[in-house]
């Protein structure tokens, strides 16, 4: 790992917000976009594979530094009725890259697979992405090669009472995270607002 990155607030991503999603996908660099969709792909491709992301039943997790999303993960459960599988997708934005968001994400990823009765998680990427399988490596996940892919299998452990209160308590933190970064952000808004006013020299009155 290099310099910290202060991990931020990690939390799910609400369905109004695929508009920071796409800006934080469309801020990867070309390399980044490639490992992540496994090919090269166009700001309109992008801008419409984020307008479908919640419709699909997608749980993402975002990261915030700064009040910015600079990190996602996306689970994709597969099946309609009880889904015992799911597939997962990572992107870090490239200066966040390595400062262990992406393993942050991870965690996050499997314990919400966890608690809705996931067992098997599938994770693909480009054989010569090592960095995403060494994070997959973290978790004991099965590699597999094949051609330019590697897919990645983990087992989630069953769910407990602790794993669902840990799930709700990263939720709450979450939650409390945004509310505050808002506050903060129209508190910045109303600063900017009233601020130059009050440095303005008062002319006294001839
Ligand atoms: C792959 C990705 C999600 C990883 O997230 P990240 O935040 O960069 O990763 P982390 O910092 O949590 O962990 C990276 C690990 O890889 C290791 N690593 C870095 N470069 C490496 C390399 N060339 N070879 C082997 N391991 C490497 C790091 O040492 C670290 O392991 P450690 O924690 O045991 O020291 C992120 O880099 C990314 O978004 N890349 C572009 C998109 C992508 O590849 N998505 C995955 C396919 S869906």
């Known amino acids: 790992m290099t310099d910290e990155v202060a991990p931020g607030i990690i939390r799910k991503l609400w369905s109004g917000e695929t508009g920071r999603f796409r800006d934080h996908l469309l801020r990867l660099d070309t390399e980044s976009r490639r490992f992540r969709f496994g090919s090269a792909v166009s700001p309109e491709f992008i801008e419409r594979y984020a307008s479908r992301v919640f419709r699909t039943g997608a749980i993402v997790h975002g990261c915030f530094v700064d009040g910015e999303l600079r990190a996602a993960a996306e689970l994709y459960p597969m099946g309609d009725v009880l889904p015992g599988e799911a597939e997962a997708a990572f992107s870090v934005e490239t200066e966040y890259q390595n400062h262990g968001l992406g393993t942050l994400l991870l965690d996050r990823v499997i314990l919400s697979a966890r608690n809705r009765g996931i067992r098997s998680l599938f994770m693909s990427c480009l054989a010569h992405n090592r960095r995403m399988q060494q994070i997959a490596r973290k978790y004991d996940a099965e590699l597999k090669f094949e051609h330019d892919e590697v897919t990645a299998e983990l087992v989630a452990p069953f769910p407990t009472a602790l794993s669902l209160a840990q799930e709700a308590a990263a939720d709450a933190q979450g939650m409390a995270g945004a509310v505050l ?24 009155p001839q």
Do not use: Y
């Open 181 to 204: 970064q808002a506050q903060r952000l129209a508190t910045g808004r109303l600063l900017d607002m009233f601020l130059p006013a009050a440095t303005e020299p008062v002319l006294e």
